[in-house]
């Protein structure tokens, strides 16, 4: 795992997980706003091939006006990026930017509850799709 983003590996094939992960994160409270399917933008505009891979533009309403409310320029790294990508038949990786390295990029102590929060709802959504229990 890098410094900035949460992530796990799931046994199951990428079509089994993007919904999954759709419904992790749901649970957790986070709508989807924003879809981008990185293989088949990359394909149409540079005529690439590369595995599966999804950004999922993650969204939970009251943890993006609190974080709106404390820092306005906030808004230029939301909503959350979540990342599911193919690496095999049957492995797919799930990474998310973690919030809490947003405290990097704004020195704001109004914002950690608000990064705690949805770190936390997170890396519950991925226990939930490992397995484990939050």
């Known amino acids: 795992m890098s410094s900035y983003t949460i992530?796990?590996?799931?046994?199951q094939p990428y079509?089994?997980?993007v919904p999954a992960v759709r419904e992790a994160l749901g649970d957790q409270g986070?709508?989807?706003l924003t879809e981008i399917d990185l293989r088949s933008t990359l394909k149409a505009k540079l005529g690439v091939d590369i595995q599966p891979q999804v950004i999922l533009g993650a969204c939970r309403p009251p943890l993006a006006y609190e974080a709106i409310q404390a820092e306005p320029s906030?808004?230029?790294?939301?909503?959350?990026?979540?990342v599911v990508r193919a690496v095999?038949?049957?492995s797919t990786v799930v990474e998310a930017f973690?919030?809490?390295a947003m405290m990097g990029l704004a020195?704001?102590?109004?914002?950690?509850?608000?990064?705690?929060?949805?770190?936390?709802?997170?890396?519950?959504?991925?226990?939930?799709?490992?397995?484990?229990r939050p």
């Open 74 to 82: 906030i808004a230029t790294v939301l909503p959350c990026n979540v």
């Open 30 to 32: 986070f709508g989807i």
């Open 107 to 132: 020195d704001n102590a109004s914002l950690h509850a608000v990064a705690e929060d949805a770190k936390k709802r997170i890396t519950a959504a991925f226990a939930v799709l490992s397995g484990a």
């Open 88 to 90: 095999g038949e049957s």
């Open 15 to 17: 079509e089994d997980a």
């Open 7 to 11: 992530t796990i590996t799931l046994d």
């Open 98 to 100: 973690d919030p809490e």
